[in-house]
């Protein structure tokens, strides 16, 4: 027995250094096949160590490279990750249409982090699985589910607008529009009165879905903690699975009252929502989704639906304070079109057309996602003859793809009169305007998050006058979402 031991621990040196040795051998064969597949896609030179990755990093600086980069190499270039390791990063629409509109995948590296939080739910479901759950959660989304949540977004709203006029002067617009999307998301799709915008301590599920969205980030900045095992053994790995847990058990316990009430409630005595539909939805084999998928995608929804949400409402408002001759617009349009009714309903919120073209404007320079990456199933012909091969990993940066020279005149301006009735075809159209990108694996929750932008936009500028706090400037970075490096904070006068 002590002989075999002591070969095993004379042996186990051998065997990690040939994993190793492969390891090594494995990434330069694919660095070999990553620069044969670039010869058709010249780039900005990367450096030997860092690649391209300082460059196009997620800063301000970062993000306007990158949007300069796709204007120089015609839409699609490489970034080099380091010395080992590259992507195709995407900026002309004519490309972005062409990968969008085929099935490939999500990639794996880019996402992989988020796994322990929303699971296998439909933002990182693949191949049937995806395809299944799409078509059992879309009617959650249909218009006439969609109508009874105004009333929702229109109640939140006020509890926000109180909040303010309570407490004026400069507020961290971010951390209140989160709290906003959080508290309306929790209602429409859970039925569940968080009551988050006014609690003084945070419930903890709140708290957790904090932490986990900047753990999330902080992991990403560390490539140490990229590895799972190192991960678990850190501070933050630990504080990780703790908000994963209690998120779950939330989730969980959330699951467990619908299926109580399901039992008790007479049929038709309350509007449907999203979690009624996760319960009871059948595929065309008449079978639902498994309680591992139903938690899931209750995760996944509220991951995907409150920041991304959260992050077009900040922006918007800071480009309103930015822009007072269209905050004023916006406000003479609300009063023309509201008047003084405060219960709103489906058909006021589509009458501000030109408020609702300072949205659009807003994401056009500020998309709240600002990268989404894909990764080739199989060859992909460009529609100019150029091939990018199976087993590459794509992104498409928005924030670059929206700033395109080639596409928009003064891409740098804010003119809310791009998304106008007349100009609107061509400007947002073919791929050139997509926030919500394109495609299958487009936003399932688009109507939702553009019906709910609709309520709050116009009930703040009608409520205050927003301005900018000039000693605290925003600078975009781009994060799982476009966030502000320091905070977006903005001056808020009741009217
Ligand atoms: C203004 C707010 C929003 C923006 C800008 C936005 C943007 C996006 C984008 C760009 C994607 C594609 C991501 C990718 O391919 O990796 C996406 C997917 C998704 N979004 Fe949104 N989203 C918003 C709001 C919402 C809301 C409110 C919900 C839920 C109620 C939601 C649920 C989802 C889901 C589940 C997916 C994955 C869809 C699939 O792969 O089939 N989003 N969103």
New binding site residues.
């Given amino acids: 027995m002590a002989a075999l031991s002591t070969i095993v621990l004379q042996l186990s040196p051998i065997f990690i250094g040939t994993l190793i040795l492969l390891k090594i051998l494995q990434l330069v064969k694919r660095k070999y096949e990553l620069t044969k597949s670039f010869r058709e896609f010249p780039g900005p030179k990367p450096h030997w160590l860092y690649g391209n990755m300082r460059e196009v990093s997620g800063d301000l600086d970062g993000l306007l490279r990158t949007a300069d980069y796709g204007a120089i190499y015609k839409g699609v270039f490489p970034v080099w990750m380091g010395p080992l390791d590259a992507y195709l990063n995407m900026a002309h629409p004519t490309i972005v249409k062409h990968v969008f509109s085929g099935s490939d995948p ?1 990639d794996e590296f880019s996402y992989a982090l988020m796994r322990p939080w929303i699971g296998d ?3 990182l479901a693949g191949g049937r699985k ?1 395809d299944r759950n ?1 078509r059992m959660l879309t009617p959650a989304f249909h218009m006439d589910i969609l109508k009874h949540y105004v009333k929702i977004f229109n109640e939140s709203t006020k509890v926000l607008v109180q909040k303010w006029r309570e407490n004026p002067g400069c507020v961290e617009t971010f951390h209140h529009m989160s709290l906003l999307t959080l508290d309306s ?1 929790m209602k429409c ?1 859970f039925g569940h009165q968080s009551n988050c915008q006014l609690e003084t301590v945070r419930p903890a599920y709140i708290q957790c879905v904090y932490d986990v969205s900047d753990l999330i980030i902080k992991r990403i900045m560390n490539p140490i903690h990229h590895y799972g095992f190192l991960y678990s053994l850190s501070d933050n790995g630990r504080k990780f699975k703790y908000a994963c847990d209690t998120i779950h058990d939330h989730s969980n316990m959330l699951i467990g009252e619908r299926r109580k009430l399901l039992e008790k409630e007479k049929p038709g005595s309350r509007n449907i929502d999203f979690l009624d539909i996760l319960l009871s939805a059948k595929d065309s084999d008449g079978c639902g989704l498994s309680e591992q998928e139903i938690r899931d995608e209750v995760d ?2 509220m991951f ?2 409150h920041d ?2 959260a992050s ?1 409402l900040s922006w918007c408002l800071y480009n309103l304070a930015l822009h007072p001759e269209y905050q004023d617009q916006c406000r003479e349009e609300v009063q023309r079109e509201w008047g003084d009714n405060t219960d709103l309903t489906w058909e006021d919120i589509h009458k501000l057309s030109f408020t609702f073209s300072c949205i659009k404007e807003s ?1 056009r320079l500020f ?3 600002p990268n ?2 894909r990764c080739a199933e199989k060859n992909i012909t460009l529609p100019d003859g150029r091939i990018i091969p199976k087993g590459m990993r794509m992104a498409v940066s ?1 924030f670059a793809l929206h700033r395109n020279p080639d596409v928009w005149s003064n891409p740098e301006e804010f003119d809310p009169y791009r998304f106008s009735e007349e100009n609107t075809k061509t400007n947002a159209g073919s791929g050139n305007f997509i ?3 394109l495609g299958p ?6 109507a ?2 553009t019906t709910q ?1 609709k309520v709050v936009v116009p009930m703040i500028v009608r409520n205050f006058r927003l301005t900018l706090d000039p000693s605290r400037p925003a600078e975009p970075e781009a994060m799982l979402i476009l966030r502000s490096k320091n905070g977006l904070y903005l001056n808020i006068t009741p009217l």
């Fill in positions: 999500k739910g439909l933002l995806w799409r998301m799709l996944t929804f995907a639906g991304s949400t077009t994401q998309p709240p996602v989404v990456s928005l926030p919500f990108s694996r487009n936003c399932i929750g688009q939702f998050a932008l």
